[in-house]
Each structure stands twice: as C-alpha cells, then as structure tokens.
C-alpha cells in the first residue's frame, strides 16, 4: 500500500524551500505529518501544542487539519527557524508563536490542557516529560516521533528513547501505541476515567 500523502499543506513547498535555505534538515516528516492533520481534524475546536515549531512544517500539518475554531500554540527555541514559519502562516489567527525555551514554557504555563500535544523537540519528550502530560487533556492524544534511529543522535540517546517508551507504556492513565512508521513514533491517549 502506498502510504504517500495526497493532500500537502499550501505552505508546504514555500516552508520546504526555506527549510533548505536555513540548512534545517529536522523537518517533520510527511508521514508523520499527515497524522499530525488527522489528529487534529478529530477535534473540532480543539486545543492543540506544538513543542518545537522548526520552521513550521508540522506547524502547517497541524493548520491543515484544524478547523476555524481550533487554536495552535507553538514554542520554538530558535527565533530564526520560528521566523521561517511566521512569515508562511503566522497571518493564520488560529495560531500563536511563542519563541522561547520549550522547558521553561512547560513550566510557567498555567492554562487550560490540550486536546494534542505534539512534542517533537526533546522540552516535552526527554526533559519535562510529567509536565507536557500534565497538559494532555482528558481523552487527549499525545504524541512524539523520532523514535527510531536518526542521523546525528548524541551518543547514548538510543537508550533514552527505550527508557522514554518504557516510562510512557508504564503510566496507567495513558493508552499507548507504538507505530514502527514514519520515523518511528508513539502515540498515547490519556484515558477517561
């Protein structure tokens, strides 16, 4: 089966094109991002938090897929790869930037949970891990990809992956799946009780 993406993004192109120009070569993989759209077509006014904007391909997958009464925050470290992604969709009132480090976001936020939580930088995923599930709302998807070995992993990181998934298969609040697809992701739901 082929498992290609039928419908890109419009921004896709612009934002690959850019990507190039940065040399930024951590972009969200198309697979991963047509889930990325998906998920957050299931939520109909949903509140979605993208931890680690890059230059904004995830961004414009999530975008793809939220309706007009959904809302998108998403943190980035890096001003100058965010900007990349606010020039192509920051005019999409559905979205909010924050620049800044993704761990101390995590920590000062004080706000309602999210439907979705995409973390793809490691604030979220390797360090402040409790505090991102913290924010997956009741029945909320959580969801991180990079799970299989990538080019210019620091050494010793793929131990971290396995304590990663073992950490979040043992939570009993949350549903996993693990999706060996894409660049390896996993998916967790945080159960209704």
Not at 30 to 57: C, H, Q, Y
Not at 74 to 102: C, H, I, K, N
Request: hydrophobic content about 45%.
């Amino acid at each position: 089966m082929d498992d290609t993406p039928r419908h890109l993004p419009a921004a896709l192109a612009a934002l690959r094109a850019r990507a190039r120009d940065a040399g930024f070569t951590m972009s969200c993989e198309e697979r991963t991002g047509s889930l990325l759209a998906v998920l957050a077509a299931s939520r109909p006014g949903g509140r979605i938090l993208e931890l680690g904007t890059g230059v904004g391909e995830g961004t414009a997958w999530l975008l793809s897929g939220m309706d007009p009464d959904a809302r998108l925050v998403s943190v980035e470290l890096d001003a100058g790869y965010q900007a990349v992604a606010q020039a192509e969709l920051g005019d999409d009132p559905r979205v909010t930037f924050v620049g800044g480090d993704g761990g101390t976001w995590l920590e000062g936020y004080d706000g309602a949970p999210f439907d979705l939580v995409f973390a793809d930088t490691w604030p979220g995923k390797f360090t402040h891990l409790d505090r991102a599930l913290e924010l997956v709302a009741p029945g909320g998807t959580y969801l991180i990809d990079d799970l299989d070995p990538q080019p210019g992993w620091p050494e010793g990181h793929a131990a971290s992956v396995v304590r990663l998934l073992a950490d979040l298969e043992a939570r009993e609040e949350f549903r996993t799946v693990r999706l060996d697809w894409a660049s390896g992701l996993l998916m967790a739901v945080r159960a209704v009780v």
